[in-house]
Structures are given as structure tokens and as C-alpha cells.
């Protein structure tokens, strides 16, 4: 049933961003052109990986106007105590 409604596409205009059950989690990277306001890329995250930072970085062998997207993302997370199950950094060109 996840799966189903993570897949499904309502306009977010109308409905708003998916909610997550309790101790469940949803992240989606947007990648925004800042001047036109549209969306160019949406990564959708695995079910209960949440999205908890993100950082843009340069590498020094690569071309010096090249930037990465580095997000940090966990798995399972829970909040009081606060514990995950896993740690990921995810970098994207």
C-alpha cells in the first residue's frame, strides 16, 4: 500500500508533500533552478530514509566550476531515543 502511494502523482499544490506514518520516513531531493523557480531534478529517496543534511562541495581534480551535491541521508531513524540502523552519504554531479 506504501509503495502504491508513493508512486501515485497528486499535484502537491493541491494535496501538499506526502506524510510518513509513525516511525515511518519519506525524503525527496528537489534540485531548483533559484532564477525560474522550477524544478530541474526530484530524486525520490528509498522508503524510511530520511534526508538530514546536505552540503555543496568542489573536488580539486575536477574542473574548478564543477560542483557535487553530498546529502547526508540515515535509515530507520527514531527521534526519542534518537538511533538509526544506517548512515549514507549520497553525492550526486
Given at each position: ?70 546529502v547526508g541521508v540515515v ?19
Amino acid at each position: 500500500m506504501a509503495e502504491a502511494f508513493l508512486n501515485e502523482d497528486l499535484p502537491e499544490a493541491v494535496f501538499g508533500a506526502p506524510k510518513a506514518g509513525s516511525g515511518m520516513w519519506a525524503s525527496i531531493i528537489r534540485v531548483m533552478d533559484p532564477v525560474e523557480g522550477k524544478t530541474d531534478h526530484l530524486i525520490r529517496l528509498e522508503q524510511n530514509e530520511a534526508a538530514l543534511s546536505l552540503c555543496l562541495i568542489k573536488f580539486i581534480h575536477h574542473p574548478v566550476d564543477e560542483q557535487f551535491l553530498v546529502v547526508g541521508v540515515v535509515k530507520d531513524m527514531q527521534l526519542s531515543p534518537r538511533q538509526v540502523t544506517e548512515g549514507f552519504l549520497y553525492t550526486y554531479r
